[in-house]
């Protein structure tokens, strides 16, 4: 894999007159800038467009970096070793075009916020993507195979939204599916869980397989052996055993406990077993996702967000036949072919299946639906027909839960190699997560030792609100 040591030119945050808003609200809406950074507001909420319109966020995590260029930022008019061989194709938005390889969901582009300008000017997979899930910068950036742990220790997006909307009857308010996010060799990313906001705010890792036929979840069901009686034998060793060790009155025995609470809550709870029941989704239903890890677990996510879990991440996996040369949306090699032939597709299908579905059952008003990846992809093509990391400009979209359909924010150059306008970091991704949801970004939440944080130390991107 490759690391790019120069971060090439980079834009200031101050305001410039080139930074004004090149927004294209492009169905002629229009759009303010601030005093901060062009499209990102100042000091209070409250009264901004988007405010608390989501009761839940679904995250799809597009683990690898998806390429700018064959998604939402065709270049037709960059020489042929930037442009690509795929066309742009008009949208159901006048004036933005998507690559050709998106046709559902080019149609469905007033329903969408495409950001063009994300930048994180890192390259690493781990310290970039702890950015993006967590809204705060790696310390130090660039580093590949970064571990969990201080000072690189911020809860999640997810943690905190679990910490401050709670949980759902017997389900946390925060899950992720179908597998954590690592590098080759398992090397689990920072910013996962809920770091220095305590174990109560992590958000629950659902491993699963959802689109097998035989599909239940471990986790949250009786293994074929354990009857109800013999459950029930159990629960009362396991009351028994309580009583004796609550004397020891240890953080980690409390701990423990709460965990086990909340596992038998969820075996005894039949509206949490019905949340997975994906097996009753019609077959045209499951049909419409696709029939591949990624589809399925995006309509689990549909199912679990229905049934109360404020925010559910559902991170790209890589397919049985990856390789690690290009994992995943890691296309260092054969970008073209990967893209067309295992990438975006299903994407498209996937994710045109939950924006339809959800405003199908009057969900999409008040769901926000997040489209991310830890970066882009270089502009040029290497020699291996791949294009490398890149975090100097990608891609990001957002819909329903208060945003404006039929937005563009931001711009990058002709080349798509960095931003021209509108310049957006994850921190503003964050807070505009937060906004959305009904927190102004300067929510304060607490470490163990009780020392307050803000949120976010970004601002909503109101123009696209």
Not at 104 to 131: C, E, F, M, P, Q
Not at 162 to 182: F, N, Y
Not at 398 to 419: E, F, I, K, M, N
Request: glycine share 10%.
């Amino acid at each position: 894999m490759l690391s790019f040591e120069h971060a090439g030119p980079r834009l200031c945050d101050g305001l410039t007159r080139r930074e004004w808003l090149r927004i294209g609200l492009l169905g002629g809406v229009g759009a303010a800038a601030s005093a901060t950074r062009p499209g990102v507001a100042a000091a209070s909420m409250e009264g901004v467009a988007g405010f608390r319109k989501a009761k839940r966020v679904i995250m799809l995590f597009m683990l690898g970096g998806p390429p700018q260029h064959e998604t939402w930022d065709p270049k037709p008019d960059a020489p042929e070793e930037i442009r690509g061989p795929f066309q742009p194709i008009a949208t159901a938005t006048p004036g933005l075009h998507v690559c050709e390889l998106m046709p559902k969901t080019a149609a469905l582009t007033d329903r969408i916020a495409v950001l063009r300008a994300v930048a994180t000017d890192d390259n690493a997979h781990s310290s970039s993507g702890y950015w993006v899930l967590t809204g705060t910068p790696h310390a130090p950036k660039n580093q590949e195979n970064a571990l969990p742990g201080a000072p690189n220790d911020r809860p999640s997006l997810a943690a905190v939204v679990r910490h401050l909307q709670g949980d759902a009857s017997g389900l946390p308010g925060a899950v992720r599916l179908p597998d954590e996010i690592w590098n080759t060799g398992r090397i689990v990313w920072p910013g996962q869980d809920a770091g220095w906001l305590g174990a109560h705010a992590d958000p629950w890792l659902v491993s699963c397989e959802p689109q097998q036929p035989d599909f239940r979840v471990p986790d949250i069901a009786l293994p074929v052996s354990m009857s109800p009686e013999r459950l029930g034998q159990r629960l009362a060793l396991k009351q028994l055993l309580d009583r004796k060790l609550a004397s020891l009155e240890a953080a980690a025995v409390s701990r423990w406990g709460a965990w086990q609470n909340k596992a038998v809550d969820l075996l005894q709870d039949a509206a949490t077993r019905k949340a997975f029941a994906i097996d009753e989704e019609p077959a045209a239903v499951r049909e419409r996702y696709g029939t591949n890890r990624f589809g399925q677990s995006v309509l689990l996510a549909r199912r679990l967000a229905e049934a109360g879990v404020s925010l559910v991440q559902v991170n790209w996996t890589r397919w049985e036949h990856d390789e690690d040369v290009a994992p995943a949306w890691d296309t260092h090699a054969k970008n073209a072919e990967r893209c067309k032939n295992d990438l975006v597709p299903p994407m498209d299908l996937a994710y045109s299946a939950l924006l339809e579905d959800l405003e199908q059952r009057g969900m999409l008003d008040d769901t926000l639906v997040v489209w991310v990846g830890e970066f882009g992809r270089s502009p040029k093509i290497n020699p291996s027909g791949g294009r490398d990391h890149w975090g100097h400009v990608f891609s990001a979209a957002l819909a329903g839960g208060g945003v404006q359909g039929g937005a563009v924010y931001g711009a990058s150059d002709r080349q798509g190699g960095y931003p021209l306008d509108g310049r957006v970091e994850p921190q503003d991704l964050a807070a505009t997560i937060y906004h959305c949801l009904g927190y102004a970004a300067e929510t304060e939440i607490h470490d163990q030792t009780g020392r307050p944080f803000a949120i976010s130390k970004g601002q909503p991107i109101t123009a696209i609100l």
